[in-house]
């Protein structure tokens, strides 16, 4: 065989070997990130453009009139700020609850146990979690006995049951509440995994020196992974901006917790165009996220 051909092998060959890779990402995510953006721009038939949409004597964006009303309708803009208020509280909240379980579980003789127990709930349908929570927070109305755990609890305190799921103001940090013991799991197992491999040459090192456990913590470990929590924390942004199953299980987006994929979901069969919009907009959200961990897959690599 001539030294040509096997160069013109060498380049058909590994395109055939990714090729079914490429006709699955074909299928089965350009096909529909392209059709939801053109849906995106008509109206809530899917048929006409978007600017029929407009209101008589309203503000109208014409082509983009379903982006005005993503970006404007009030109760979007509820959703927008439920959103964010989930990425500020849960977030942060998730990532340290895991961080705090991997470091203190590596000291136990029963680590193993602690953290199965930990990641115990992933193994829950998001769904059944939901429906768990539910009976955490019920409440009874009148004298009938109050079979909701939590509110059981300060029945049998003296205080009065607390209406988890319908009192704005509450509601939404009890529905975070779900997803940390949900999420928490999650982030133990890569940040344990992230301690467990720092060099035990530095660690000791640290400890000749003087430094106590605290400083240990704060001044070793955590710069030595915090590419990992970076990476920890840009997945949970990702996570918490698509959160959809406990909202809607739980309120169904009522009482002031609607969110982003909750509103989306409503509008699916109603209004085609604006629901095409708002998962359009949550793309373009999750995209900068998504490049940016990739990037910091690469150097991680690249440092090994």
Same mark, same amino acid.
Request: with cysteine; charged share 10%; hydrophobic share 55%.
């Given at each position: 065989?001539? =030294?040509?051909?096997?160069?013109?092998?060498?380049?058909? $060959?590994?395109?055939?070997?990714?090729?079914?890779?490429?006709?699955?990402?074909?299928?089965?995510?350009?096909?529909?990130? $392209?059709?939801?953006?053109?849906?995106? !721009? /008509?109206?809530?038939? +899917?048929?006409?453009?978007?600017?029929?949409?407009?209101?008589?004597?309203?503000?109208?964006?014409?082509?983009?009139?379903?982006?005005?009303?993503?970006?404007?309708?009030?109760?979007?803009?509820?959703?927008?700020?439920?959103?964010?208020?989930?990425?500020? @509280? &849960?977030?942060?909240?998730?990532?340290?609850? +895991?961080?705090?379980?991997?470091?203190?579980?590596?000291?136990?003789?029963?680590?193993?146990?602690?953290?199965?127990?930990?990641?115990?709930?992933?193994?829950?349908?998001?769904?059944?979690?939901? $429906?768990?929570?539910?009976?955490?927070?019920?409440? *009874?109305?009148?004298?009938?006995?109050?079979?909701?755990?939590?509110?059981?609890?300060?029945?049998?305190? +003296?205080?009065?049951?607390?209406?988890?799921?319908?009192?704005?103001?509450?509601?939404?940090?009890?529905?975070?509440?779900?997803?940390?013991? %949900?999420?928490?799991?999650?982030?133990?197992?890569? %940040?344990?995994?992230?301690?467990?491999?720092?060099?035990?040459? @530095?660690?000791?090192?640290?400890? $000749?020196?003087?430094?106590? *456990?605290?400083?240990?913590?704060? /001044? @070793?470990?955590?710069?030595?992974?915090?590419?990992?929590?970076?990476?920890?924390?840009? =997945?949970?942004?990702?996570?918490?901006?698509?959160?959809?199953?406990?909202?809607?299980?739980?309120?169904?987006?009522?009482?002031?917790? *609607?969110?982003?994929?909750?509103? &989306? !979901?409503?509008?699916?069969?109603?209004?085609?165009?604006?629901?095409?919009?708002?998962? @359009?907009?949550?793309?373009?959200?999750?995209?900068?996220? &998504?490049?940016?961990?990739?990037?910091?897959?690469?150097?991680?690599?690249?440092?090994?």
């Amino acid at each position: 065989m001539s =030294t040509a051909k096997i160069m013109q092998q060498g380049k058909v $060959v590994p395109w055939l070997y990714i090729l079914p890779a490429l006709l699955v990402i074909a299928i089965f995510i350009i096909y529909p990130v $392209v059709n939801t953006t053109m849906l995106s !721009f /008509r109206d809530r038939t +899917g048929e006409q453009p978007a600017s029929t949409a407009c209101v008589p004597d309203g503000p109208c964006w014409g082509t983009f009139e379903n982006y005005r009303y993503t970006l404007t309708n009030p109760e979007m803009v509820t959703a927008l700020r439920n959103n964010a208020l989930w990425l500020l @509280v &849960m977030v942060p909240l998730t990532v340290a609850a +895991g961080l705090l379980v991997a470091v203190l579980a590596d000291r136990v003789r029963y680590e193993s146990l602690v953290k199965a127990v930990i990641f115990m709930p992933m193994a829950i349908s998001f769904i059944g979690a939901g $429906v768990i929570w539910r009976f955490m927070y019920a409440i *009874e109305t009148g004298q009938a006995n109050q079979v909701g755990l939590l509110n059981g609890i300060l029945v049998t305190l +003296g205080a009065q049951p607390v209406p988890w799921l319908s009192t704005s103001g509450i509601n939404s940090f009890a529905l975070m509440v779900v997803g940390i013991w %949900l999420w928490a799991g999650f982030c133990m197992t890569i %940040l344990s995994a992230a301690l467990k491999g720092l060099p035990t040459e @530095v660690l000791e090192a640290a400890r $000749v020196d003087g430094a106590t *456990e605290w400083q240990l913590f704060w /001044r @070793v470990m955590i710069p030595m992974i915090l590419p990992t929590i970076t990476v920890v924390t840009t =997945t949970m942004v990702i996570i918490i901006l698509k959160i959809f199953d406990i909202v809607f299980v739980m309120t169904g987006g009522n009482f002031g917790t *609607e969110v982003i994929a909750n509103r &989306m !979901f409503k509008l699916i069969v109603t209004d085609t165009g604006r629901s095409m919009a708002i998962a @359009v907009f949550l793309l373009i959200l999750t995209i900068p996220l &998504m490049i940016y961990n990739v990037y910091r897959f690469r150097q991680e690599e690249a440092m090994r």
